[in-house]
């Protein structure tokens, strides 16, 4: 053990001496967290804007269970612009939507059918949304595309001249029940109920349809429907200026920093091999394990250092609070834990500096691009092929086990998948780096 | 008992046989010159010697404590690699240090014995600075030091004064000379003849993986040296005569007077190499 905490601090130390590797370890990642934090501050406070559009992936909860709600799941899910999963409880679609699986849930309180019998009278039939706050776009998307139909819904409603006058008749039901509305209210909106009926009769006449309503801008004045965010997680407000647009970008940002510390060091086992202090090393009666033992920990230190670097610059300057600080640090082991095995497979790629860095930098940036540290998941989830691979990058379970504790609000259980994803891919890195490794370098 | 007793150790990489069938016994206390062009498998036995390549066929067995392929077996060994094998992001001190971590030396030990050979070295006032700001020859003689820091019985140094200034040089010769004033055996592998003859108590001639002779300076010049040059010079003009015997040959030549100078040129190892390869050691 001495001699793998010897070697470690001598790795230690020559990476202290090189300035362009603590660049990319510390200070470009650094970087990246705090630019894209902003970056994504802007995009968010002047709305989505009008990207490419896909189809957002979404969990629904039907509480209502009414006539209308059913109808209402329906027209969403015939949507072209929505990919619905139905959930039985609100307890489940929250936990795809933090798991990341979903960008949204949507859930249709109780209620919705009963104030959906009128567009006059109360409150305006309602949804509630929870989004992923990593996906401000989608979110965005989302309440447009809510509105969008739910206006569908009251227009259908108006051009069906019977339902008009049902609902005209329901209105008035319930305005002559209701005791409590003031009379002059009252009064008005009788006779508004009344011209309803009457203008349900002049359409049937002038034979209106549905295109001349939604080419007109009536309805306008109305809400057909009121969409509600609700946080995804108790502790919070979702989506209210609480979750910090750094609470995503500092995440990212320490990937970047830890895959920088797995290339530095993958690198510089070739380096002992060109130098020749391989040899020095192997001369020594020091075992093999050991050699490697020694650059896993100097990994393991630095990606740890990475990231409480820039976990307390995130807390400090950037308001970036993790709710459960035990399960950042579980998260923060396995992540580094698999981006040791990264780093020793990293080091048997190439036979040169030159080529281990080239193919080494190549094979992180994938990983990062298909692991959504680059382009955000739901482009790369659109293309199956991508999305098997994002599955299987280490940067997509590491940005999902680090989320998951800093804002995402994991339970253990939640935290498990992504620690041993993470491990198992570590372990399984290792060991064949390790092996390559070892045939190399056998006497 | 040896320190090094090597036995018909072969080493072939794909078709190219590098090392062939090579003997070979280096006692305790002695400095044993390795001499061969490059390309000679001078590198190929000693890294089989030292456990860093196993042999394809033969038997090593390092100062009877066994095959060096065991770790602990190498634990009495120093070698200071051909290709400098030191961290030039480090300074000479941090280096050495490093290696003598390596061997469990203690915190005190290891810059006890830092100190010691920095001096040896002639680094001292080098010792803040990193490997990298070095010439050449001080990066041999830390190369070398590395080599030293567990106070190894057996040290073999692989071309120790390959691309260094004359300055550097003769400071590797001192050092050598030193160390086998301590009474440690030495295997000094060169390609320079001169060295070879300067600093060898026994010479290895090797060649395309064969030895091919074995012995002291003298014995290796009396047996394959051919013979020595008398030069005679006198008013008339300078007479010279091929030799097996020089001394007899000049004592003949000096009875008939009038000489005003004498010199003998008796032939060296590069003659030796010469006679036993048809070829000459420089390429
Ligand atoms: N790892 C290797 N792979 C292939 N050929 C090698 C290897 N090491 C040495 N050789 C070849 O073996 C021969 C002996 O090399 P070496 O022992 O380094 O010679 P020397 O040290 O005497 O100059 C050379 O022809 C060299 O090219
Ligand atoms: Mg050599």
Redesign the pocket.
């Known amino acids: 053990m001495k001699a793998v905490v010897s070697m470690a601090m001598k790795d230690l130390r020559l990476l202290l001496m090189d300035k362009g590797g603590l660049f990319f370890i510390f200070f470009f990642p650094l970087m990246y967290a705090i630019f894209f934090g902003y970056i994504s501050a802007a995009m968010s406070g002047g709305g989505g804007g009008d990207g490419p559009v896909a189809s957002i992936r979404v969990a629904i909860v039907d509480e209502d269970g009414t006539e209308a709600s059913q109808e209402f799941v329906a027209l969403l899910e015939d949507a072209e612009e929505l990919n619905i999963e139905r959930f039985d409880s609100r307890d489940a679609a929250k936990a795809v939507v933090q798991e990341g699986k979903r960008a949204a849930m949507i859930v249709v309180p109780a209620g919705f059918g009963e104030r959906g019998q009128s567009f006059f009278i109360g409150d305006p039939p309602t949804v509630q949304v929870a989004a992923d706050p990593s996906r401000t776009a989608e979110k965005g998307m989302l309440q447009g595309i809510l509105m969008k139909y739910g206006a569908q819904r009251m227009q259908s409603s108006f051009t069906d001249t019977k339902a008009m006058r049902d609902n005209a008749a329901q209105a008035m039901q319930t305005l002559n029940d209701d005791a409590d509305t003031p009379p002059m209210v009252r009064l008005a909106l009788q006779g508004f109920l009344g011209s309803l009926s009457q203008l349900a009769d002049q359409l049937d006449e002038a034979n209106v349809t549905e295109e001349d309503i939604q080419n007109s801008d009536a309805g306008a004045g109305f809400e057909p429907l009121k969409v509600e965010s609700i946080p995804l997680l108790e502790s919070n407000d979702g989506d209210g200026p609480e979750m910090s647009p750094f609470a995503i970008s500092f995440p990212q940002g320490i990937i970047w920093g830890i895959m920088g510390a797995a290339a530095g060091f993958g690198i510089s086992l070739v380096t002992e091999r060109t130098h020749g202090t391989m040899i020095r090393l192997r001369l020594a009666p020091v075992t093999q394990g050991q050699i490697l033992g020694g650059k896993a920990l100097a990994c393991f230190v630095t990606t740890i250092a990475v990231a409480v670097t820039l976990l307390v610059i995130g807390r400090l300057a950037f308001g970036v609070t993790p709710q459960s600080p035990l399960l950042l640090a579980v998260a923060i082991v396995c992540v580094a834990a698999c981006f040791v095995g990264v780093m020793m497979l990293l080091s048997v790629i190439g036979r040169t500096e030159a080529s281990a860095s080239g193919i080494g930098w190549a094979a992180l940036v994938v990983m990062a691009m298909v692991g959504g540290g680059m382009i955000p998941l739901m482009f790369i989830e659109k293309i199956p092929f991508l999305a098997m691979l994002s599955s299987v990058s280490p940067v997509k379970w590491s940005i999902l086990a680090i989320e998951g504790a800093v804002w995402r609000g994991f339970t253990p259980g939640q935290m498990l998948l992504p620690c041993v994803v993470l491990l198992g891919v570590g372990a399984g890195a290792f060991a064949l780096g390790a092996t390559i490794f070892c045939r190399t370098e056998r006497a | 008992m040896s320190a090094l007793d090597i036995r018909d150790v072969r ?1 072939s ?2 078709a ?1 046989c ?2 062939d069938g090579l003997s070979l016994k280096v006692e305790q206390g002695e400095v044993l010159g390795f001499l ?12 089989m010697a030292v456990g860093l ?1 196993a042999p394809d066929a033969g038997e090593i067995n390092l100062g009877g404590a066994g095959s060096p392929t065991t770790p602990g077996v190498r634990r009495g060994v120093g070698v200071a690699p ?1 290709s400098l094998a030191i961290y030039d992001e480090l300074t000479a001190d941090q280096n050495l240090r490093f290696f003598g971590s390596l061997y469990g030396l203690s915190s005190n030990d290891r810059k006890r014995r830092a100190d010691e050979l920095l001096e040896f070295a002639g680094l001292s006032d080098r010792r803040g600075d990193r490997a990298k700001t070095f010439s050449g020859g001080m990066k041999r003689r830390l190369n070398l030091a590395a080599a030293l820091m567990h106070e190894p019985q057996l040290i073999l140094l ?2 120790p004064s390959v691309g260094v200034d004359p300055q550097s040089r003769n400071a590797i010769f001192e050092m050598v000379e030193q160390l086998r004033g301590e009474g440690r055996t030495i295997v000094y ?1 060169t ?1 320079y003849m001169e060295e070879a003859q300067r600093l060898c108590d026994r010479v290895a001639v ?1 060649d395309r ?1 064969k030895l091919l002779a074995l012995g002291s300076v003298d014995e290796l010049i009396g047996a394959h040296g051919g013979q020595s040059l008398v030069t005679v010079r006198r008013a008339a003009g300078e007479e010279q005569v091929q030799s097996d015997d020089p001394a007899r040959d000049l004592a003949k030549l000096m009875q008939s007077g009038d000489v005003l100078e004498v010199r003998v040129e008796r032939p060296s190892l590069e003659a030796v190499f010469l006679n036993l390869t048809g070829r000459s050691l420089r390429d």
């Open positions: 080493k990489f794909g190219l590098a090392v061969g062009p490059n390309g000679a498998g001078k590198t190929t036995t000693i890294s390549l051909q692989d071309e592998t390609h090797i993986g």
